[in-house]
């Protein structure tokens, strides 16, 4: 088989380490890729939002599957647009992709499906919005409805941060149309866990639960970013619990959307909080999770490409649920310093070929400059990932592979996966 793989991340280096073990798999081409992706297959500069060439390299390349990475492309519409050439892809259709690129038209179909999820309401214009978070209790979380690029879900912990994030959304529009409407949800406490399935629209298959660390700094302080380290599984999400979760909020969405005459193809991510009442749905993605996908697919025994061609052209049950392997993953990942503001890039990196097995290095913020010296080009730079027969022994072969990698304002969370160990597992 000849698979296109669409995306230039750490998750998608991770997508194609484990799409090129698939003894299905002759050849693997990246769009555009990364220096990580470089030696497991042939990296094509081309950007995943140019579907006139990215469906021309399917086709010169007689393309048997292609996969997608991230949801921009899924929003806009890449598989409606590949199936219309008869091109075959492993994602939902830019209808079906709603369910993360309008919070509001997620929250419908999690209302009309009986999904546990917070309380919410939406607002299009400013000064019903203002009026409403008035008389709300505090913490109020308040999200765009449309894509904004990990910018769209502010928590204001105070009345004035509440409207003064209204008025820059709706006002000043600094979402641009992702916020032309705006939710208002209950906040929900508890442990944030992702939970990610491979569905062909009837059946889903659950991955192994994920914890992914948001915050840019130790013990959660500090910006918010698009994810700094994961571990998994998550101990306290028991295999009850999972069936639980596939029960009462999977299997449920994924019904929902086939009522709607929507058959949804693909991965489908729900973030999720385990509330004191039972776990909750925070937000739907439409694709992998980043960093999650880094610590799921090592774990993963099972040839991801099957499910995958599986679940974008046939019947899940006609195929084994995934397997895995036994033990733990985490991940930390090397920002540059000052991420998520402004941070320098083109620093040279060392140390990377020096990391010691089992860590294996998912690139995403790296590139190679005139003379084919890695250097830093993004935010997130690298994650590191180890397997180990226990989360403590994972987290410190991880960390022992940060510490061989290095580059100057290079910056990492010290505590990824700790409060696993702080309960002893
Ligand atoms: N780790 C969060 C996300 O992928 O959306």
Known sequence: ???????????????????????????????????????????IDVPPSDFGRLVQIARTHEIDLTVVGPEAPLAAGIVDRFNQEGLIVAGPTQEAARIESSKSWAKTIMNAAGVPTARAERYRDYESARQAVIDMPLPIVIKADGLAAGKGVVIAHSHEDA????????????????????????????LEVSIIGITDGTTIYPLLPSCDYKRAFDRDAGPNTGGVGAYCPVPSVDPELMVEI?????????????????VYRGVLYAGLILTPDGPRVMEFNCRFGDPETQVLLPLLDSDLVELLQTAATGDLTTIEPPAWRSGSAVGVVMTSGGYPGSYRTGVQIHGIDDVPEPVVVFHAGTS???????????????TVVAVGDSIGDACDAAYQGVASISFSDAHYRTDIAARELAVGS
Do not use: C
Request: hydrophobic content about 40%; overall charge negative.
């Open 246 to 262: 596939t029960r009462t909020i999977l299997q449920p969405t994924i019904d929902r959307l086939q009522h709607e005459g929507i």
């Open 1 to 43: 088989m000849r698979v296109l793989l669409i995306g230039e991340g750490a998750r998608e280096h991770a997508l194609a380490w484990k799409i090129r073990q698939s003894p299905k798999v002759e050849e693997l081409f990246i769009a555009p890729g990364n220096p990580g992706t470089e030696p497991l297959g042939t990296n």
């Open 163 to 190: 409207v003064t994030t209204l008025h820059q959304m709706m006002v000043e529009r600094t979402l641009g149309d992702a916020a032309r409407e705006v939710i208002l949800e209950d906040y929900l406490v508890g």
């Open 368 to 382: 190679r400059d005139s003379d084919g010296t890695l250097v830093t080009s993004g935010g997130r730079v690298v």
